[in-house]
């Protein structure tokens, strides 16, 4: 059985050509920077096995038990765990000027957001005038909402990039199990980080490394002509991002109400939590110079089937005896 991976998952270079604007094929355009490949060492895959008499989930696969190939060739495994760990989640909130008329609708919808999803690790960092952080680790709701309430309007533009990188960083210091996830409530107004380009294709890099799934929720502002305006640096980031983490992007105008597609990425969260729940994510390397072929997976346990798939999404395949991926990240 063949799967085919998302062509984002194996380079930076490898978004689609339709995709209009983003901060990748234009600002790369205009300063004739080469774009950077993200880590080929480092991929992963999802199993799922079960019991063939009773159906039963397995839940204690091992490094040795599983065996990854790509055309013939034997990769490293170098991890096998349960998928199902704990969200650490990282808001990013625009709070600059152009998207202060919508600040109390902010607060308001990600108190909502916060209340679908309980007992998750939640890290609160506002962009403007540059990222500061009101919660960091917080899993008690009433120490976040005293960072939303603490959280106040900042200068004329935000760090948008600047304030992905802190995140980045955060999450890089969190060395146990976790499935990262960034959450960005941004409007359309200018980004002033600095570095913009190489510090976006650098963190994009991690991100992909680390398996950080990035939603985006973008404000416009409902102006006469605003269909024929530049795109901002905000929304080029959601896509590139929602297409390279298999997350999403959605937008509103600026000033309505944020409950209904704050409360799609919570339900989307929660999905992929329940998708990941009888899961293995399966880590191996590959060398960079290997041409680009087809995974085989096989699990040696006796007695048991699995479902393979690159993104872990249940539905995309069943086995009974050795997978096949198509360049799995």
Not at 32 to 37: E, H, M, R
Not at 39 to 61: H, P
Not at 305 to 323: F, P, T
Request: net charge positive; proline share 6%.
């Amino acid at each position: 059985m063949a799967f085919m991976m998302p062509p984002c998952a194996a380079s930076l270079r490898s978004a689609p050509r339709a995709r209009r604007f983003t901060v990748l094929a234009v600002l790369l355009a205009l300063w004739g920077l080469p774009p950077t490949p993200a880590d080929a060492q480092s991929r992963r895959l999802y199993v799922q096995a079960f019991e063939r008499g009773t159906g039963s989930i397995v839940t204690d696969l091992g490094v040795p038990e599983v065996i990854v190939r790509e055309d013939g060739v034997v990769l490293p495994v170098t991890d096998v765990r349960p998928a199902n760990l704990p969200t650490k989640l990282v808001v990013l909130v625009d709070n600059s000027r152009t998207a202060a008329r919508a600040f109390d609708r902010v607060r308001d919808g990600l108190r909502g957001f916060f209340d679908r999803l309980p007992n998750q690790e939640v890290s609160l960092l506002s962009l403007s005038p540059q990222p500061r952080w009101w919660v960091q680790g917080a899993i008690g709701q009433e120490e976040i909402d005293a960072g939303l309430r603490r959280m106040e309007v900042g200068g004329r533009s935000m760090r948008l990039i600047d304030g992905l990188a802190e995140a980045n960083e955060w999450i890089a210091e969190d060395t146990g199990p976790h499935r990262p996830v960034i959450v960005i409530v941004a409007s359309s107004g200018r980004d002033r980080s600095a570095d913009r380009t190489e510090r976006f294709l650098d963190t994009a890099q991690e991100l992909l490394r680390r398996g950080v799934t990035v939603h985006s929720l973008l404000m416009l502002p409902p102006a006469p002509g605003s269909l024929q305006r530049r795109v901002s640096v905000a929304e080029a980031v959601g896509r590139d991002l929602e297409n390279f983490t298999g997350g999403s992007q959605a937008t509103i105008f600026l000033g309505s109400r944020l409950e209904d597609p704050l409360g799609d990425i919570a339900s989307r969260i929660v999905q992929r939590n329940r998708e990941l729940s009888s899961q293995h994510e399966v880590r191996y390397e590959r060398p960079e110079d290997l041409p680009r072929g087809q995974i085989q997976v096989d699990v040696l346990r006796l007695g048991v089937r699995y479902m393979v798939s690159a993104n872990g999404k249940l539905a995309e395949s069943a086995g009974r005896g050795a997978a096949r991926i198509s360049n799995a990240r």
